[in-house]
């Protein structure tokens, strides 16, 4: 078992649908990060959180620390919001990323 | 501010052949890590350089190797080149805590044929 999940691996939706990607972690974690990869290969992190939840602009992240578990949200998504969705665990101690497989998200005009 | 650089952007090599990459972090950033990404095995670890020292490895044989200067710049190598050493090679640069949050550069892509 990795450890760090991601779910769904793939995911094709409408344009204007809300999204959900899941990401659950068995390791212990000073914090974790949501990245997000284009066709182009470069990753972008878009939040590094270690608590609560957090927000930017249609993008929201949520972690629960006691559940291990944490979550990308993206609101009335968009074509250009397709990509490769990744969340990495900084594990506590050592510092290490661990990362999940990924979720590939197709938005359909 | 500039991004974390990474050079160069595509490499074809021959397998048997070494091949060296290089990373330029972000200005004030002292840690640069070091991830394979293939489509098999998705992004991995290979290790860690802080202050010119390797602060953590993980599970790659010996042929890859880096090196970190005193400009924080760093140096990957991998020598004896094999046909599964064909990926996407990313480095990211943190100010020296992984929990201080981490930026990624493009990636290098290297083909072994």
């Known amino acids: 078992k990795n450890e760090v999940e991601q779910s769904p691996q793939n995911l094709t939706a409408q344009e204007g649908e809300f999204i959900t990607i899941n990401c659950s972690y068995s390791?212990?974690?000073?914090?974790l990060h949501w990245l997000q990869q284009h066709p182009g290969g470069g990753i972008v992190s878009l939040f590094m959180l270690s608590s609560g939840k957090k927000k930017h602009g249609r993008l929201i992240a949520t972690i629960n620390i006691q559940e291990k578990h944490s979550s990308l949200h993206i609101t009335a998504s968009h074509p250009r919001d397709s990509a490769v969705y990744i969340c990495a665990a900084i594990n506590f101690g050592n510092e290490k990323l661990t990362f999940g497989t990924g979720t590939r998200l197709t938005i359909i005009p | 501010k500039a991004g974390v650089t990474q050079t160069p952007r595509y490499l074809i090599k021959t397998r048997g052949q070494q091949v060296t990459l290089s990373c330029s972090p972000i200005s004030g950033h002292r840690s640069v890590s070091w991830y394979q990404q293939t489509p098999g095995q998705g992004l991995q670890f290979l290790f860690e350089?802080?202050?010119?020292?390797?602060?953590n490895k993980g599970n790659f044989p010996g042929r890859f190797s880096g090196r970190q200067f005193s400009n924080s710049r760093s140096e990957m190598n991998v020598s004896t080149l094999e046909l599964g050493d064909s990926a996407l090679y990313l480095c990211a640069s943190s100010l020296g805590r992984g929990s201080d949050g981490y930026t990624f550069g493009s990636g290098t892509r290297l083909t072994v044929v």
């Open positions: 390791v212990g974690i000073s914090a």
């Open positions: 350089y802080f202050s010119e020292t390797q602060r």
